[in-house]
């Protein structure tokens, strides 16, 4: 598809995607989380239900070693956007959510031009 692609890998991406995890994930789970259990307990679940949410979706269509890479891979960016969220941003979304916007739309973009 090759740069056809970006307008619509920038909507979903950034604005469908990123920004609808980042309030789901970030703005609401794991700032009840850490309220309840402090920050080290409530962003490690927080990102591990992020990672397995993720892997979920893949197992079905990819194999065992691929979706487990998945899920740990998006496990631990979940994990480093809770982390960015509570300790550099002051509880506000839009720096993870940039950060998560851009991952996103890089990674379509590798699949639009058939780099995975």
């Known amino acids: 598809m090759g740069w056809s692609a970006l307008p619509s890998a920038f909507l979903f991406g950034?604005?469908?995607?990123?920004l609808s995890?980042?309030?789901?994930?970030?703005?609401?789970?794991?700032?009840?989380?850490i309220s309840r259990f402090g920050f080290a307990a409530g962003n490690l679940l927080q990102g591990l239900v992020f990672g397995l949410l993720h892997g979920a979706m893949f197992f079905l269509v990819t194999t065992p070693?691929?979706?487990?890479?998945?899920?740990?891979?998006?496990?631990?960016?979940?994990?480093?956007l809770g982390w960015m969220?509570?300790?550099?941003?002051?509880?506000?979304?839009?720096p993870g959510w940039m950060a998560h916007g851009v991952g996103n739309l890089l990674l379509s973009m590798a699949k639009a031009f058939g780099l995975l």
């Open 14 to 18: 950034i604005i469908q995607t990123g």
């Open 65 to 80: 070693l691929k979706a487990l890479m998945i899920t740990l891979i998006t496990g631990f960016s979940g994990w480093l």
């Open 85 to 94: 969220t509570e300790k550099t941003a002051g509880g506000s979304i839009l």
């Open 21 to 33: 995890e980042e309030i789901l994930f970030r703005g609401f789970l794991a700032k009840r989380l």
